[in-house]
């Protein structure tokens, strides 16, 4: 009898634009010290010429299971079916273009079983672009109401979740109003509801981000994210007038230059290594 699943890794991937990034993606799951896992690969509406690579990972290893929805319906609903047919008590998330450390499940789950105040548990990252890595995301120990102000403090492909707690508030929103948002609104709701996360203080993911990707940002999503700001600092008791450039934040960084936002990043990257 083989070993019972323990951990349901959920990746929704749609067109996947670079074979070796996808591939690097799983190979880290599947190398990962930690092996009582599933993945559930849900292909949300892929157009046919990319469907060949996705069922050519999905060929990788045994544990990793294809689903495939015929049209398009975005990540947020991608990611509650995976939760809905997850086999696992924790749920992981992660990228097509990231990857895990090989301890990374083996660290989170140890964490959450002798840790039972807290319901997810995150990780700092390394950021990688096609040059490789240029810097690391650092995230609060633990999180409160007012670490939500500036970005989300927990980087959502390296969390680790309870299950149950996904299933207690109902999963990802998947209304167009949290569109590309959903992450940041759905930490935002669970510490609303009393839940805690912690994040790991050493960097268990490699992260994809390129270095100028908040220019790929749209106006309609940037005015999504106020709104989504807006809402969750009510509702977690932060939104005051000395608060409020908070929720302006990402027309504000729209409007600055791609090299001045560059220093500013580096700047303060620097500052929290040091």
Known sequence: MGQLIKVSIIMGVFNPSDRDRFLRAVASLIGQTFSRWELILYDDGSDPAHQPLIREVAGLDRRIHLLRGERNHGLAFALNEGIRLAKGKFIARMDDDDIARPDRLQKQVLFLQENHRYQWVGSNALLIDEQGVWGME??????????????????????????????????????RDVLQCEDYELFMRLHQRGFRGFNLQEPLLWYWEGRDSFRKRTYSRRVREMKVRYRGFRELGVLSPGTFPYVLKPLAVGAIPASLHRRIRRRMKEKKET
């Open 138 to 175: 650092t995230k609060p120990e633990c999180p409160e109401a007012r670490d939500f102000l500036f970005n989300s403090p927990y980087i959502h492909p390296s969390v680790l979740f309870r299950k149950e707690t996904l299933m207690a508030c109902g999963g990802y929103r998947t209304s």
